[in-house]
């Protein structure tokens, strides 16, 4: 090997040996032994190096060579899977095995009876989405203030309120066949606030309009009227982040179809 120092940068010239090929040596196959099996299925053979003059072909036929640790890459890639895929028939999920499966889908809506600041506040929405095994429901949700006119600022009759809330919605059903049963929902996402002013020709500008997230958790008791029909009375704690006027528990009324 001689090294050239040019004013370009380094070139370097490597001879390589015609005269050394690698040596294969087969490992030996043993019975009933998945280490050299294994090891056989990624190497299928060993060389030895040598020294300073190391051959870069194997019998002049570098694409055998090439082919040949791709089917190596291979092989171990379909080893990997099926490892996988066997350790995975013992792992529990939340949907169960074999991955989710969807079970049916439902709407439902809802009518909620809570308060802001410590005034009576009337919100009505509802939710609906996929219901997968498990009798989990993943879908959205919306909720909004329908008596906002009513809800005044600091005892000032000509103000009002404003607040409107959607996100993530998931509920499980606990014995669903049961005709009787329990629920839990939560509902995770942002909050709209407004705030405004009435003005003395009944037109309204906004004081101040804000946002949060919002996070509600719920329990409801909830009876099956029909297959596809079903009626449940629930409670919930409503938090908005930074907003405790506006956090508070509620009551809700909730009508559900579908198919469950």
Known sequence: MCNNLSPSGFETHFRISEQAPIQL????????????????MLFGSRFRPFGRN??????????KT?????????SLV????????????????????????????????VEKFSSIDGQFAHFIGGYGGVLFTNHLMIGAG???LINGNSIDIESDPNTSRQLTYLGLAV?????????FHLTASLLTGGAIIGEQNRLPDGGQYSIRSRGSFALE???AAEVNLTKWFRVAGG??????????KYSAPAGSITLKFGKF
Request: net charge positive; glycine share 8%.
């Open 217 to 219: 958790p719920g329990l």
């Open 235 to 244: 409670v919930s704690y409503r938090w908005v982040a930074s907003e405790s």
């Open 66 to 74: 090439v082919k040949k640790i791709m089917k190596t890459l291979m």
């Open 142 to 144: 919306a909720y909004a």
């Open 25 to 40: 040596l087969p490992i030996r196959s043993r019975k009933n032994n998945i280490t050299s099996a294994v090891s056989f």
């Open 78 to 109: 379909v080893v990997l899977a099926l490892t996988s895929r066997v350790s995975a028939q013992d792992a529990e999920t939340v949907f169960g095995k074999g991955g989710p499966k969807v079970r049916g889908a439902y709407g439902a809506a």
């Open 171 to 179: 509920e499980r059903t606990f014995n669903s066949q049961k005709a």
């Open 54 to 63: 190391h051959a870069i072909r194997q019998d002049g036929q570098p694409l």
